[in-house]
């Protein structure tokens, strides 16, 4: 029961904020990397979290981080920004080696996907619920074949969190509201925070 909620929830919400926040800020930028060309992403960050992606995320090896109060160094309530190159053939495929990869670390998890209704390119969303009671939401999408890469967000939570529903409103602002943009390193360099 505790799944449907979270996929009924999380669905409902990305249909309803498609077009409630801006996204002109970039958050993340990355450089040429053979036939991929440089990019950027960005995102509005919702009213009181935090944008970084120059001190913790480097240090924790991602893209980008968005946190709420002070940076404590556990995974929930973070969302994740990582953009990696294209290595699968599909998104489909993406999401499946993701689902792979967690079920062999967890055989007892529950796992629900569904699809994201994201204006500018397909997005697929994992729901992992651990037998450690530490939920996780993951979202791939595809800025297309042209662009290189692939990015996800992520946000994991106690499976009792009783602020779930409000971080989950935000999670899938931010992840709706994010846009690709081609060739744009040089012009995040200058507008990233953190730089």
Known sequence: ?????WVVALFAFALQVQ????????LAHGARDGDAP??????ASPAGWTRDCCMYAKAIGVDAVLYQGEWTGKPQRVMVLNVSPRKLPTLTD???ADRKHFLQTDPSAKVTGFTVQHRGMPCEATVYQGSDHVDDVVVFC??????????????????ADPL???LLDDFMRV?????????MASTATSTAPGH
């Open 175 to 183: 992840v709706v509201a994010s846009r690709y943009l081609r060739d």
């Open 19 to 26: 077009a409630s926040m801006p996204t002109d800020n970039v």
């Open 142 to 159: 595809d800025p297309g074949k042209e662009s290189g890469v692939r990015l996800s967000w992520s946000m994991t939570f106690d499976d």
């Open 1 to 5: 029961m505790r799944c449907l909620v």
């Open 38 to 43: 440089a990019w950027a992403i960005a995102v």
């Open 94 to 96: 993406e999401v499946q």
């Open 164 to 166: 779930r529903r409000p």
